[in-house]
């Protein structure tokens, strides 16, 4: 209550010159990135030695889980942070610089994801069965998977991997960013004008392209985990479990900037309400999506399709595919509906906490279970010998990199657009009554 | 547009033998209104109101004015309305009755289960809405007591002018801190144009 | 007053562009307007003694056509659904199509209104008024096909859950009966939210009324609203609960309408996009339908200095995305039914592009994905002229869409010896036709009589309509 307090206090807001001495500036905390980076390596080394056993297969899910879960969440920042700029939006100016530092490192996503590549490419650990369809694939689904071999083969997949992280650090990094970046000590004037309207006018391509490029780097990271099933909205349903993740990042984000005195009177409760909004309007969005998927493959029952479903809502994965719909839709609802906890940040900060659990969750849920179709083993167990410690290594190793690769994009750069032209009406927001 | 100049207000007398409904005080931009109305409300007035031809941001809190509570009646029918369709459903279609009372009626359709709740949810979500919207109107109706077709600010010719361009603070004669002299003292003091005696 | 009203309303408005990217931007209401001016602009359409003339034309137009979807269906119900082209395998053609599609325009009321609402986008306040309209009105004109499609259209009562001798209810586990339930729900939300909206319009009207027919009929709708802040509260909270119930309305009805085909196996038809892609082109056709009336409306009603070229660039932003969109999932289609290997599938779409409708399959992409590519100029975007052009030809393409969606999947189905041709009748024709006349007759009744701009909303998004930004930012917005 007393968060919620303090900051309504302020809700009339202040001038750009009071932001620039609210300490918009990492200082001292930029010293974790390049350590974070380290630890990355040092704990990734550790999983994959451990793992051993099976030729690291399980291994490489819990890696493959982690690492679209991390992903997604900078995608979901690049989305925002393009969809902002068409917009033309004034209200998000304050809060677009870590969106843009997550848009800016995506990236150096391409490097943690590297480790899958070569995995591919060397084709010796059974995970995308694609990769060696002569040996990994039987039977009457092997002449079915080789009409896709255009498309799922190892080089053309090297090849969009590629395109992808290209684009990626085009938009992300040096458009977005950069173009941010240089208002931050530019004279104001129309140079500086001219720099926005450039960031607007190439954010509309630039939505266009990554969002078809994310709806591949979907497809081919989890949907060709089973070559045989297919989905047309799988791109989409990745989009929305992207945007949940991203807003409930920026949520605790900007709680742990605030509550080491960054930024303490620039961003108000009127952002965390906005945030808060975003994030009940993606979790309805993502139960929409899901829903619409899982009910058109259930109602038609075509055995391609169901096979993906039949896996994850029999035996030991019912209760997680409960808790889908549960935790991951009909509990955040009725959280997030009211307002009075989208202006509380504290409770707002515990729904982000839930929603990122559960967005990994869902991660786990669309990636883990083809382990188990591709091995046979039937855990038997319960969800908690599907399980691994890979996956707890992976969290920590990716997540590692992840927040590594965004402190050293942040390094000493302003954590907030000082110099942007819209930065004066961006700090008078209110949006109670608007 | 013109709040430092000033104001020269017109001011009607109350005639005799007339019972007196109230006043109403006219003024021509948000900004007057605004500051007359934190005047009123820290008279501690009650049964006083802010006429205007748009809702004014910030005025609910210049008035002292509670916020509003129609979601809870809005949450509560879209409950119902989500129950209601879950349970026609599941009555209709899902079950038969026996013995004189109205059956349900048991379709065999496509190899699914008589009660299949994934092809109940549309019908379940439309009704929240459907519901929740009617709860929303008519909420807003019961609250706000309309339609009222009577009211003692339309005994003024002026008051015409709220639907344009004009903005109105009327104060009933039945609150209980009005006084025929002093309730107008207090008026004429702020920076309206028009100061109007409303009579039956 | 009575000086502007012997002037014809098309002669009262200027042009002035408002659409320069800039940073601070630039007024949404054009030529310095105040608060009388607004009512005034808006009010004199409905008060002026006669109407433009090309009013009079378009309606005596649209009351002839409304006369002829009269004769259709007296025919058609007095003979059966043999008058129509269905045949097997086609048993849904036209009735079906047409439904789509008026449901599709239906949704960019409700968006304008809630989504844009709720997304603070102030824009909308010039046309929503216009665009609820339109949706209820283009909802009338869906709901007429499958009535008659039904067959016998007097016991369409039997789709509500009303008990009856039979004792038979509804199938629930049928899209159709979603539908039912999705259609009626949207209706009554847009009524609701249309009405309430235009509730301190109505008392702008009563209050400005000079005839004793005009006082009461205004006064009654409007209720007895007095402008009080006490009820503003209540007001503006309960609309923006109408807002965010409708939001999700609008996705789930035609996703609803999505599921009359998804749900099925049949190719072409049963793939997961469908709820999200049907509601962007609902979004994408429902918006051409909104350029494509406000262009000749605010030049005849002299609305020019509300429904600016701004509103229009806007519009016809939204118009390329959702178009985009709609060419996304067209490629996700494709894609799949490549990707899925199913031979039925893929089949299917090779028919649609290389098949007896290829015509009409390339009549869609090229008006829904290549036509509209044109808004990436902003000169389009602003030129009255393209972006009208443009709106028909979307409207076409969305048309089209349905067609193709419907007719060339079941013309060709699993079994090549009953496959055939459809041809529509000159009654499918004629119904299609009709349709358009109910939906103008009352649309063009709505103009004249009712407030054809949100006076009140205009109202408050202008600058002297925020305590402490009056006499400065009004100054500014003048300069």
């Known amino acids: 209550m007393e968060a919620t307090v303090s900051a309504m206090a302020h809700s009339h807001g202040i001038t750009p010159e009071q932001l620039r001495k609210d300490n918009p500036f990492m200082g001292e905390l930029a010293k974790i990135g390049p350590i974070a980076l380290v630890v990355a390596v040092v704990l990734f080394a550790i999983g994959y030695l451990m793992s051993g056993a099976d030729e690291h297969q399980r291994f490489f899910f819990s890696y493959i889980h982690n690492y679209v879960f991390f992903t997604s969440i900078s995608i979901g920042a690049l989305l925002f942070t393009l969809v902002n700029h068409v917009a033309r939006a004034s209200w998000s100016v304050v809060i677009r610089r870590i969106p843009e530092f997550f848009a800016g490192s995506l990236w150096m996503m391409g490097i943690a994801g590297l480790p899958i590549l070569i995995m591919v490419l060397t084709g010796k650990v059974e995970v995308y069965e694609w990769v060696n369809i002569g040996s990994w694939i039987h039977g009457a689904e092997q002449q079915i998977v080789q009409n896709k071999e255009a498309y799922l083969n190892t080089t053309f997949f090297a090849i969009r991997y590629f395109i992808y992280f290209a684009a990626f650090f085009l938009f992300g990094r040096a458009i977005l960013l950069n173009g941010s970046l240089k208002q931050d000590n530019q004279p104001d004037g129309d140079e500086k004008d001219r720099g926005t309207m450039r960031m607007w006018q190439l954010s509309a391509p630039g939505l266009v392209f990554s969002f078809l490029l994310m709806t591949f780097f979907a497809i081919d990271m989890i949907m060709s985990l089973d070559p045989i099933w297919f989905s047309t909205m799988f791109g989409v349903y990745y989009f929305a479990g992207a945007m949940i993740g991203f807003f409930s990042t920026m949520i605790l984000m900007f709680k742990w900037l605030q509550s080491t005195g960054r930024l303490k009177e620039a961003v108000t409760v009127e952002h965390y309400h906005d945030f808060g909004k975003f994030l009940f309007a993606f979790v309805f969005f993502w139960g929409y999506i899901a829903f619409s998927q899982y009910m058109l493959i259930w109602y038609a029952s075509i055995p391609e399709e169901t096979r993906w479903f039949h896996i994850r809502q029999n035996a030991d994965w019912t209760p997680l595919s409960w808790l889908m719909l549960f935790g991951h839709f009909a509990l955040p609802f009725a959280f997030f509906i009211s307002r009075y906890i989208k202006r509380h940040n504290g409770l707002l900060a515990v729904g982000a906490v839930w929603m990122l659990v559960l967005h990994w969750l869902d991660h786990f849920y669309q990636v883990v279970p083809e382990y188990q179709r591709i091995t046979g083993v039937q855990p038997g167990g319960g969800l908690g010998a599907a399980f691994d410690i890979s996956e707890i290594i992976c969290l920590l190793a990716i997540g590692c990199f992840w927040f590594g690769a965004f402190m050293v994009t942040a390094g000493k750069n302003p954590i907030a657009p000082l110099g942007d032209p819209q930065i004066a009406k961006s700090l008078k927001f209110d949006n109670v009554k608007v | ?200 | 007053m009575a000086k502007t009203l012997t002037k014809p309303l098309s002669q009262l408005s200027t042009e002035l562009d408002n659409t320069r990217d800039q940073i601070s931007q630039p007024p949404l209401v054009t030529g310095g307007k105040t608060f009388g001016n607004i009512t005034e602009i808006v009010a004199r359409v409905a008060e002026h003694p006669s109407a433009p003339k090309a009013w009079y034309v378009a309606f005596a137009g649209a009351v002839m056509l409304f006369g002829l979807l009269f004769a259709m269906l007296a025919y058609l119900i007095s003979t059966g659904v043999g008058v129509w082209g269905v045949n097997t395998p086609v048993a849904w053609g036209f009735a079906i199509v047409n439904f789509v599609f008026w449901i599709g325009i239906g949704h960019a009321g409700t968006l304008i209104s809630a989504i844009l609402y709720l997304f603070r986008q102030k824009w909308r306040t010039g046309i929503n008024r216009f665009a609820e309209a339109m949706t209820i009105f283009a909802v009338f004109a869906a709901g007429i096909f499958p009535l008659v499609h039904v067959g016998r259209v007097w016991v369409v009562y039997w789709i509500f859950p009303i008990p009856n001798q039979q004792q038979l209810w509804p199938q629930f586990r049928s899209p159709l009966l979603w539908d039912v339930f999705a259609i009626t729900t949207y209706l009554l939300t847009s009524l609701l939210f249309w009405y309430m909206g235009m509730v301190p319009d109505l008392a702008t009207f009563r209050d400005r009324a000079k005839t004793k027919v005009r006082k009461i009929v205004y006064g009654l709708f409007a209720l007895g609203w007095r402008g009080s802040n006490r009820q503003w509260i209540h007001y503006e909270k309960a609309y923006l609960l109408l807002a965010a119930l409708a939001t999700p309305l609008v996705l789930s009805v035609h996703s609803v309408v999505s599921f009359d085909f998804a749900t099925s196996q049949l190719p072409g038809w049963h793939t997961t996009i469908f709820p999200p892609y049907f509601v962007a082109g609902a979004i994408f056709g429902g918006f051409a339908m909104v350029v494509f009336l406000a262009v000749p409306a605010r030049e005849l009603f002299g609305l020019k200095n509300l429904i600016t070229l701004q509103h229009f660039d806007h519009m016809n932003k939204i118009i390329m995305a959702t178009g985009m969109i709609v060419g996304y999932a067209y490629a996700m289609e494709f894609f799949i039914a490549w990707y899925g290997g199913n031979p039925l599938e893929t089949f299917t779409f090779e028919n649609r592009a290389t098949g007896p409708y290829a015509w009409a399959y390339w009549i869609m992409v090229t008006c829904n994905v290549f036509i509209p590519q044109v808004f990436w100029f902003k000169k389009a975007r602003t030129n009255l002229w393209v972006m009208w052009i443009v709106s028909v030809f979307v409207n076409i393409g969305m048309w089209f869409e349905r067609f193709v969606i419907v007719v060339s999947s079941l013309s060709r189905d699993f079994l090549p010896s009953s496959w055939d041709y459809y041809t529509p009748t000159w009654v499918d024709l004629c119904t299609l036709a009709g349709s358009f006349g109910l939906f103008f007759f009352f649309f063009l009744l709505f103009c004249r009589y009712m407030p054809i701009v949100a006076i009140a909303e205009v109202k408050g998004v202008l600058p002297e309509a925020h305590p402490g930004h009056g006499a400065h930012a009004a100054a500014e917005a003048k300069a």
């Not at chain 2, 809870?72 to 899902?94: E, K, P, R, S, Y």
Request: with cysteine.
């Open chain 2, 1 to 200: 547009m013109s709040q430092t100049e000033a104001k020269t207000m017109t001011i009607e007398e109350p005639t005799e033998g007339r019972k007196l409904l109230g006043y109403l005080l006219e003024f021509d931009n948000v900004d007057d209104l605004t500051h007359g109305a934190e005047k009123v409300r820290d008279a501690g007035y009650s049964n006083w109101d802010c006429h205007t031809p748009f809702p004014v941001h910030g005025l609910d809190h210049a008035m002292g004015a509670k916020p509003s509570h129609v979601q809870w009646i809005v949450l509560a029918c879209g409950f119902t309305g989500l129950l209601t369709g879950l349970f026609i459903q599941w009555w209709m279609n899902a079950v038969v009755h026996q013995g004189n009372v109205v059956t349900g009626y048991q379709y065999f359709i496509s190899g699914k289960p008589f009660w299949s709740v994934p092809a109940n949810i549309p019908v379940m979500f439309e009704l929240t809405i459907l519901f929740s919207a009617f709860a929303s109107f008519f909420g807003m109706l019961g609250v706000n007591r309309l339609p009222q077709y009577n009211h003692f600010t339309m005994y003024s010719e002026r008051f015409g002018q709220v639907t344009d361009d004009k903005f109105f603070i009327s104060i009933s004669s039945e609150d209980p801190k009005f006084d025929v002299g002093k309730t107008r003292d207090m008026l004429s003091g702020l920076k309206g144009t028009y100061l109007e005696v409303l009579e039956d």
